[in-house]
């Protein structure tokens, strides 16, 4: 996102600050003429702009932040994951997939389900 103006990054870190409980930064391959830092600060005046106590992580590489979305996450939880090599990150995610198979499914565990 380095080739969006300045307050386009700031708008999707406030936006990001209301949908989100708690947000990971990661960096793209590709800056687009910007430094890391210069987004991850644009990132954070929207976010804090939004909510100043809202749950922030930075992790620059993109395969450990997933990583650590995932591994982190509480049972419920949705991961939004927004991607610029979207096949690296899908193999990445099939992997946990692999790993998690043996996990069930029981209707209990689907949040505002009513119980039969």
Request: with cysteine; glycine share 4%.
């Amino acid at each position: 996102m380095g080739d969006r103006r300045d307050e386009n990054i700031i708008q999707l870190g406030m936006l990001s600050a209301q949908m989100f409980d708690e947000i990971i930064i990661r960096q793209d391959k590709n800056l687009r003429g910007r430094t890391e830092q210069e987004i991850i600060d644009l990132m954070m005046e929207g976010i804090h702009q939004e909510d100043p106590k809202k749950q922030v992580k930075v992790i620059p590489k993109e395969s450990e932040a997933i990583n650590y979305a995932i591994k982190n996450a509480k049972k419920g939880s949705f991961i939004t994951i927004c991607s610029d090599v979207v096949p690296d990150a899908l193999e990445q995610i099939m992997k946990h997939k692999e790993e998690d198979d043996h996990f069930e499914l029981h209707k209990e565990d689907i949040p505002n389900t009513i119980p039969s």
